[in-house]
């Protein structure tokens, strides 16, 4: 690993200039990694269940994670494709974000990410493939 | 056409409870839809262009709408399938939707939408597919 | 289990009126199904590698086995989407296919499929998510 | 354009290393390319349509085209991501494939195509969009 799961968080928290704590890394090792977004009441939909864009920020800033612990702060890759299958209704909860390198090229990382609500943690909530352009080393 | 854009421009205000107004419908018509999710700061990701999130809830709420003004107002109707290619960053302004139906079956429609910043209207920034699950008629 | 791996086998092979085995089914479980497409030379594209076409079938008769075994023979299951990504070259070999089911609904079966090629059994070829619309009851 | 639609064809036939003709370039300008993969009884699945293998064919070589058309004969240029999303039965047909550049950037171009059969020109058989990793100039 490139990153330990304090520094990776701690490089999105800056990245993002956010002010609480944006996305907590629970669990990091080769090939994958384990996080938590923090429940807020903007991320309901009607209907009172976790919103579209609440899990699509889950599984985007856990694949972004993962390519951060395996390859370095390198700040500038950028997600190219990104398909999401819903599976289940999320009750109000953290979101729990589980992240899978399926293949990390020189030019392109794929991954996939199974998301679940801390509400129902049995429950696999949405699954996700994602690849990012990684940048080419100058 | 069941509903008309103003029509469709209340249902999505009144479903999500929106303070300000959430989504404009710039035009509707049979298998299309333009829209335009008005630009606010928080839309901005590092970099300063328009955020992953951002531009999945302006996909999102465009095949809503689409969905909407074509089936009338079944609010039950869920993104099953997403799939987004990020093409352009894009630079701050509003985010203009051109959605449009490809397939609308009885339990699935199936759209397409291209996504634009209003500060470089040229510019494709994002394609996205996608798929709702259709309430079943009692 | 509604059916057996032989009886998967068997629908499948009468199905498609095929001559050959088609596609031998090798264990089946709750929510689980091993494949393998047998190797043929038409399963080649230049450079000696397995190519996408073959890849295809493989992952899209693997979810086809997979909803065959949890809901019985209902011949009429369609592909709805199909999301693949290549991960690495494919050696000439037998595809092997391990499918798992994300979510079987009323009106849709979510899978995820994993390809592997037999002369390299550790090599992850393809990752394919893919939802199957089911026939409604009468 | 970096070639004619006739030397797209040859450069296919001959990749392929085909008896029969592979497939027809019908059309090529910037952005765009238009196909024909010639019927063969071998194309159909039960219920007499063409099957998901044929159409995966179709779409796969229209982009491949598409590429070669555009950055010359770079033979390399590999698949990354394919995303088909199914909307009518197609009957026995040629399979018109229309092609479109969504962007062709150093290392990745992304592309959408269009699938209709020849026996029913007017229907929408199936929407693709994929993605192709370009090889890296040195």
Redesign the interface.
């Known amino acids: 690993m490139k990153l330990t799961a304090q520094q990776v968080e701690d490089l999105i928290h800056l990245?993002?200039?956010a002010k609480k704590k944006m996305l907590g890394i629970e669990e990091v090792r080769p090939g994958f990694v384990r996080t938590r977004l923090p429940y807020r009441d903007s991320m309901l939909?009607?209907g009172n269940v976790l919103s579209?864009?609440a899990l699509?920020?889950a599984a985007?800033l856990t694949m972004y994670a993962l390519v951060l612990s395996h390859v370095g702060p390198e700040?500038m890759a950028?997600?190219?494709?990104?398909?999401?299958?819903?599976?289940?209704k999320a009750k109000p909860g953290d979101i729990i974000g589980e992240g899978k390198m399926?293949?990390l090229g020189r030019?392109?990382a794929?991954m996939?990410t199974l998301l679940y609500s801390s509400a129902e943690p049995e429950t696999?909530v949405a699954?996700v493939?994602g690849?990012y352009?990684l940048p080419?080393k100058s």
């Open positions: 990245g993002f200039a939909r009607p579209g864009p699509f920020t985007d700040m950028v997600t190219a494709n990104f398909n999401m299958n819903f599976l289940s399926l293949k030019r392109l794929v996939e696999l699954h493939t690849s352009a080419v």
